[in-house]
T-cell receptor, first 109, second 113 residues
Framework: GQNIDQPTEMTATEGAIVQINCTYQ??????LFWYQQHAGEAPTFLSY??LDGLEEKGRFSSFLSRSKGYSYLLLKELQMKDSASYLC??????????WGAGTKLIIKP | NAGVTQTPKFRILKIGQSMTLQCTQD?????MYWYRQDPGMGLKLIYY???????DKGEVPNGYNVSRSTTEDFPLRLELAAPSQTSVYFC????????????FGPGTRLTVL
């Protein structure tokens, strides 16, 4: 079967760094997305990785290891506005997205 | 550009009623999707379309129907609403499948009582 695992909830402090992990098992693999979703709003795109390695985009970075079926999203210099759910989604062999349940990130002052 | 728009934002239905959720995109995207999101669960694909006149089932299509007569519009029809269809529904679009970013509408919060 196809499965995405990510922690349900994480707490971090304003100004700190947090890493949100995601492991995936899919029939075929064509990349991995991270989306941000604030409460009551729609998901918005953060990153897409298809090759192994780290991609940096401002305060946010995303890492992929295809051999380990593993990805993480790294958020630096946390701000209160980063309080949101972070959704991991893997692209399977049919180019469909398989979504994780999301990680709710709580930022404390 | 308005992006992806959805109507209505909220709706309460009685069991057995029917309704259509509207979705429109103005980005000339080929692919459009309907998802439902239940609390604590990932997004589940209901139906998708790869272009006007072409639709296909996703993971959870039962109780729903779609049509795609134009590139812009992708309405979702609920027939005989059931409490299990209480959810938040998101419409999304992308230029191509898979590796292309999906753009989401603001969602419709539906309650079936």
């Amino acid at each position: 079967g196809q499965n995405i695992d990510q922690p349900t909830e994480m707490t971090a402090t304003e100004g700190a760094i947090v890493q949100i992990n995601c492991t995936y098992q899919t029939s075929g693999f064509n990349g991995l997305f991270w989306y941000q979703q604030h409460a009551g709003e729609a998901p918005t795109f953060l990153s897409y990785n298809v090759l192994d390695g780290l991609e940096e985009k401002g305060r946010f970075s995303s890492f992929l290891s295809r051999s380990k079926g593993y990805s993480y999203l790294l958020l630096k210099e946390l701000q209160m506005k980063d309080s949101a759910s972070y959704l991991c989604a893997a692209v399977d062999s049919n180019y469909q997205l398989i979504w994780g349940a999301g990680t709710k990130l709580i930022i404390k002052p | 550009n308005a992006g992806v728009t959805q109507t209505p934002k909220f709706r309460i239905l009685k069991i057995g009623q029917s309704m259509t959720l509207q979705c429109t995109q103005d980005m000339n995207h080929n692919y459009m999707y309907w998802y439902r999101q239940d609390p604590g669960m990932g997004l589940k694909l209901i139906y998708y379309s790869v272009g006007a006149g072409i639709t296909d089932k996703g993971e959870v299509p039962n109780g729903y129907n779609v049509s795609r007569s134009t590139t812009e519009d992708f309405p979702l029809r609920l027939e005989l609403a059931a409490p299990s269809q209480t959810s938040v529904y998101f419409c999304a679009s992308s230029y191509e499948a898979g590796y292309n970013e999906q753009f989401f509408g603001p969602g419709t919060r539906l309650t079936v009582l």
